[in-house]
């Protein structure tokens, strides 16, 4: 039996997961060639670590406080997938990576992921594991340790993208006065003005998620962000029809979605 | 297959197995199920626990280091190990109630918890002064909706102009939530299809794959 209040939102998952397994499936078989628009988030983070090359010093990678075992973990897996690229991109252009973390279940998965990154570059004897540190479970102390590897280490790039909360600021400001590029990305809004005001770019809300598809061109990848783009489609009608119904009285729709 | 490709394999399946059963429950009255779910989510817990050990023992690894190798500002690393350590030690001998373990959390840790958390004042303060600096129209548009947000919370203001209490909630209320759930309405989305490429095993590097 479904769980009342909920049939709606079963609805839209039903249909969510339809649309872009069936994108997904189009895709593997050759018959869906999508274009994305360029995110400048994203071609920035080449751009940046080539400047680090050019100025011979490091990049710094942070995921955030978005725990794996929290219903934002999205935000941390969407993080670690663009570490990976960070960390080949890092060996091919023989940059340091510096990834700092305060969630201890990532460390393995920090460690992993950059020594494959630098694997698959051809470089896997330029990983340091030292690189990978973990610093604290608390956010104060992870953000003081954070702050003080950016200054001593003199860092040129700051990749901030995963789950980001009061931390947010005060990491991007230590970054900002390093005088590093900076590229963040998440989801919760309430973060997002403060990287608008101190980082070069940022990555709102969904195109941090969507980032890993985009940074690996793989068309199947891709694809699913075309069933997304679908699922947006419906949604906008959805919220007109919702408006519309609700100015002339109908509040049956806005009901419905209502959990 | 390599006996890490194999590994991987296993992880995903897990992972497959276990987030059909959360999002099943969570849509499924059943307590059968429900009963799985908090289960699954209790091993989740347990296993991110065991994680703080391997983060431990990087923290050991990367300080140690540096102590033995008396590098640039040792002593700090020093000083670090000497307070990991000794919580460690106070916290498995008397427990988190111990008179020890208490003085180090409150007279320590919380208080420099607190004062980094301070900083956040100023830094909101320079950060506000950057956006408010009017560099382009939406900047113009902003500096006008900040200060109207900002005279509109303030208590005296009110008393000069109603005025100003009625358009800060209607900025708040109309702009504001539609840009914000316009930003919740797609990370929803943005969420479902990157949890069905890492379900099915699209989206590799997020779990150490190549």
């Known amino acids: ?45 080449e751009e940046s670590i080539g400047r680090c090359t050019e100025m011979g010093r490091p990049v710094h990678f942070a995921v955030g406080r978005s725990s794996l075992t929290s219903p934002n973990a999205a935000e941390t897996i969407a993080g670690l997938s663009l570490l990976g690229h960070v960390a080949k991109l890092a060996a091919q252009y023989g940059v340091e990576l510096i990834f700092t ?16 990154g630098f694997v698959a570059s051809g470089k896997g ?131 419905l979605f209502r959990l | ?32 199920l429900r009963s799985i779910s908090a289960d699954v989510q209790s091993w989740a817990t347990i296993v991110a626990a065991f994680s703080l050990g391997v983060g431990s023992i990087n923290l050991l690894r990367i300080h140690g280091r540096q102590v033995v190798k008396r590098g640039q500002g040792y002593y700090n690393n020093a000083v670090l190990l000497a307070g990991m350590c000794m ?26 918890d607190t004062a980094v958390w301070s900083l956040l004042g100023f830094y909101i303060a320079s950060a506000a002064v950057r956006t408010l600096r009017i560099r382009t129209k939406e900047g113009a548009v902003l500096l006008v909706a900040g200060i109207l947000t900002l005279i509109k919370n303030s208590p005296t203001m009110g008393v000069v102009w109603g005025g100003f209490s009625v358009i800060g909630d209607w900025l708040l209320s109309v702009p504001n939530s539609a840009a914000v759930r316009g930003i919740m309405i797609c990370s929803a989305i943005g969420v479902l299809a990157l949890g069905l490429r890492v379900l099915l095993r699209q989206e590799r590097t997020s779990l150490g794959g190549r």
Not at chain 1, 242 to 253: F, I, M, P, R, Y
């Open chain 2, 87 to 112: 919580t460690i030690v106070v916290g498995l001998w008397g427990t988190t109630s111990h008179p020890t373990y208490q003085f180090i959390f409150f007279n320590i840790l919380y208080p420099s």
């Open chain 1, 101 to 116: 973390n305060q969630l201890p279940e990532v460390q393995p998965l920090g460690e992993d992921i950059v020594q494959q």
């Open chain 1, 1 to 45: 039996m479904i769980a009342s209040g909920r049939i709606a939102a079963l609805g839209i998952l039903v249909v969510g997961v339809m649309l872009i397994v069936g994108v997904l499936i189009l895709a593997k078989k050759g018959k869906l060639s999508p274009k994305i628009r360029k995110v400048p988030g994203l071609t920035a983070i």
């Open chain 1, 125 to 255: 004897e330029q990983y340091d594991s030292k690189n990978v540190r973990f610093l604290s479970s608390f956010a104060m102390a992870y953000t003081s340790g954070a702050i003080g590897i950016m200054h001593r280490e003199k860092i040129a790039a700051n990749f901030m993208l995963g789950g980001w909360y009061a931390e947010s600021l005060i990491m991007a400001e230590a970054g900002f006065n390093q005088g590093a590029i900076q590229v963040a990305g998440t989801t919760q809004f309430a973060q997002l003005p403060f990287f608008i005001t101190v980082c070069d770019y940022v990555l709102i809300g969904e195109e941090l998620l969507a980032a890993a598809a985009y940074v690996s061109e793989d068309q199947v990848q891709l694809g699913s962000l075309v069933g997304q783009d679908f699922m947006k489609l419906i949604a906008i009608f959805l919220v007109l029809a919702g408006a519309l119904l609700s100015t002339v009285g109908l509040s049956d729709l806005a009901r």
């Open chain 2, 1 to 32: 297959m390599t006996s890490i490709d194999l590994r991987r394999d296993i992880a995903y399946v897990i992972v497959f197995i276990m987030g059909i059963i959360t999002t099943v429950e969570y849509f499924v009255v059943s307590p059968g």
